[in-house]
């Protein structure tokens, strides 16, 4: 089964670029906000890094959500787009003095600190604006995730986050110091997760810190668990929307929250993943001793996941109903690595065909660069059609 593309109106625009189908999003939203609105006190904020589509970036305001930010730029971005300050989260192993800045103008709900060097410099520039920051402490849990290596985050060998054993420290370290406050503990574990076993063993985690925490008389009002829920790259259309039910009830059944603490998530490939799709056009099929190819127009710099994590994305012909074949469907990049798959069955492809490379709307546009001197790729919404 194909997606349902307006193909004829496909075949004016110029490829490659983008198309987001934003009554899924919404769809999505509504799905997330269903299952978040019987906890009380539960809050989501968008992951932008994932996608700072403007358009997208109001629907998702426009639904309630919140917003993650990992970069200064990010926060502009989100202000722009109508987010309040004290709906956005400041998180990131290396943040600039000019970030911390906009952040603290922004007065946003806090930052989750990831270093004592860090936590030190946000209580000095906070100082110098007579402000006090609120602070989250990002944990390292030291759990695993059953993903691909480049995107767990949790181990204690990974970059971010605080040790555990230095939580309590840290936290009565943060206590001596006038310009910031301690809100909360924030985690994250990575990314594309679909066991929900790893959220089950970060609840158990938090759960462990949270008994040491009050062992010393310590309790926050917020707890952060990141994000991190995966959607189907292989079903698309069969499977549009992730299985919202069964994450957050792992944590509402799993974890152990104290009373009066509010419950924060951050998600951003499961919001906005099914809604994009990156269409290209096939300029060339070039057929080899052993293999024959679809040469596209886009490459790499327009979706770089399958040449940086090998990632799979569900490729369709929507100009063809003839029986399949198999491609290499590659772009022009001068780069080998410049493959969306390969030996993939299509419908019989010709020069002109358009193929649909699905599942596109997270780490996609976002991630598009201008290597080789390209144009980066134009985007649209169904709602334009």
Known sequence: MKGNFPVERFQQIQTPFYYYDTELLRQTLRAINAETSRHEGWHVHYAVKANVNPRLLTIIREAGLGADCVSGGEIEACVKAGFPGSKIVFAGVGKADWEINIGLDRDIFCFNVESIPELEVINELAAAKGKVARVAFRLNPNVGAHTHANITTGLAENKFGIAMRDMVPVIEHASQLKNVQVVGLHFHIGSQILDMGDFQALCNRINELQDELERHRIRVEHINV???????????????????????????????????????????????????????????????????????????????????????????????????????????????????????????????????????????EIMASQYNCRRLPQAYTSDEF
Do not use: M, W
């Open 226 to 364: 990141g994000g991190g829920l995966g959607v189907d790259y292989e079903h698309p259309n069969r499977v549009s929307i992730p299985d919202f039910k069964a994450y957050f009830d792992t944590y509402a059944k799993k974890l152990k929250l104290r009373p009066g603490q509010t419950l924060h998530f951050e998600l951003g490939r499961a919001v906005v993943a099914q809604c994009g799709t990156l269409l290209t056009r096939t300029l060339f099929i070039k057929k080899g001793a052993v293999k024959q190819f679809a040469i596209v127009d886009a490459g790499f710099t327009d979706l770089i996941r399958p040449a940086l994590y090998q990632a799979y994305h569900k490729i369709e012909n929507i100009s063809s109903d003839e029986p399949t074949e198999a491609y290499d469907v590659v772009g022009p990049i001068c780069e080998s690595t410049d493959v969306f798959a390969k030996q993939v069955d299509l419908n019989r492809t010709k020069r002109g065909d358009l193929l649909a490379i699905r599942s596109a709307g997270a780490y996609g």
